[in-house]
């Protein structure tokens, strides 16, 4: 989406505000056109690519001082848009690969991986930059950044992290010629004890996830 269309004229696109909600956009556009299977050997690269960038605009959020909202309270931004279309077609297209295991907070000791789906955590990391896009179009600039900055560091931004890791350890397997492991029917409704687990990708081959991906083996 150009500027014309997402910033007034006036806004300098050298802004902070602009270049994340930019970043943000172009997310939002790229994985909702990724849901859509056009191309469904390129949708774990595609994503790896997304997510990465979408994670530079979230460490310069974090690193930058704490945005105050111009409100005590938060405006009302409307009925929030459905995701769960979104969620249903990735988890359909990166079926096999969709459930992987994940820490939650690597700073708290002995915590037991968990299973986790790539398709809800991107749906949820959407849901929450939907939120603060919102404001952006109604010109609550400040409150944006805040919402933003604020689901960065309580949601979106570890989501979004744990997501990549998955991400570019399917792409590792298939460029490595290392096979993924089979877990018995793994799923996300099922704890995973004390074993650390290598995530979901049932009985496939390093040969056929490449296949699917549009990779070619490792030499």
């Known amino acids: ?52 960038q979408l994670l530079l605009a979230g460490g310069r959020l974090g690193a930058h001082e704490d945005f105050v909202p111009d409100e005590r309270y938060e405006p009302d931004p409307g009925p929030e848009q459905d995701v769960d279309e979104l969620r249903e077609n990735l988890a359909r297209l990166l079926d096999p690969v969709d459930v992987y295991s994940e820490v939650f907070d690597p700073y708290e000791p002995r915590r037991a991986p968990v299973p986790a789906r790539i398709s809800d955590d991107l749906a949820d ?7 603060g896009m919102v404001h952006y179009r109604a010109g609550r600039t400040t409150e944006a950044l805040w919402w933003w900055q604020f689901s960065y560091f309580s949601n979106w931004g570890s989501t979004a992290s744990a997501t990549l890791r998955a991400l ?4 590792a397997h298939v460029r ?6 089979e877990l018995d029917g793994l799923d996300t409704d099922q704890g995973m004890g004390d074993e650390t687990l290598e995530f979901e990708a049932g009985r496939v081959m390093e040969a056929e996830i490449g296949a699917q991906l549009g990779f070619r083996p490792a030499r």
């Open 176 to 181: 490595l010629n290392q096979p993924l492991e």
């Open 125 to 131: 990391v959407i849901a929450d930059l939907r939120h």
């Open 1 to 52: 989406m150009s500027d014309a269309t997402l910033h007034a004229t006036h806004q300098n696109p050298d802004d902070f505000a602009v270049q994340i909600a930019d970043q943000i956009e172009s997310f939002l556009v790229a994985v909702t056109e990724v849901a859509k299977g056009d191309e469904p050997d390129s949708v774990v690269p595609f994503l790896l690519l997304e997510v990465s």
């Open 168 to 171: 570019q350890s399917v792409v």
